[in-house]
């Protein structure tokens, strides 16, 4: 089993504080250290399906690139594998958008009934003048859209 694990921090701030912790004792107290470094949030997903031309190997490379990261909440966990089967459905014809993802895959978390879908466009934002104009992939049938009670779309 491949697990991804998401990290949300406060802001960018608080992640340099954290990686900055130094290994012995600070002067602060236990709950101020604690503050600072603590994520707001975090996430463990599987992997349930990846989807990908042959021969080309998912894997995000360098900070400039275009990924399109969705966390779907379902409002009825017993749901769930309803959901997860349509989006498995859907997955091939990705390849056939314009620009398309260089690869997608769907993941499971590992502590809800969530899923989430990252897509790597293989581009660096860079090559788009527009950055609106790029296609915003959509797993959601409408016979599953009513299932999900969020859907949150982050491009970076």
């Known amino acids: 089993m491949r697990v991804l694990t998401l990290t949300q921090w406060q802001n960018p701030k608080s992640y340099k504080t954290f990686l900055a912790q130094p290994n012995t004792?600070?002067?602060?107290?236990?709950?101020?250290a604690t503050e600072a470094i603590t994520p707001?949030?975090?996430v463990a997903l599987t992997i349930d399906k990846i989807q990908a031309p042959e021969g080309i190997i998912p894997a995000l490379s360098g900070k400039k690139t275009l990924v399109q990261f969705d966390e779907i909440a379902?409002?009825?966990?017993?749901d769930k594998t309803k959901l997860i089967d349509s989006m498995e459905k859907f997955l091939p014809s990705l390849m056939q958008m314009y620009p398309a993802p260089r690869s997608a895959i769907l993941f499971q978390s590992k502590d809800s009934a969530d899923v989430a879908l990252l897509a790597d466009w293989g581009y660096s934002s860079s090559?788009?003048?527009?950055?609106s104009k790029v296609p915003t992939v959509n797993l959601l049938s409408d016979?599953?859209?009513?299932?999900?009670?969020?859907?949150?779309?982050?491009?970076?």
């Open 127 to 131: 090559e788009f003048a527009d950055l």
């Open 40 to 42: 707001t949030r975090i």
């Open 74 to 78: 379902i409002k009825v966990a017993e």
């Open 143 to 156: 016979d599953v859209a009513p299932l999900v009670s969020n859907c949150s779309d982050l491009k970076s």
């Open 25 to 32: 004792e600070s002067t602060k107290t236990d709950k101020e």
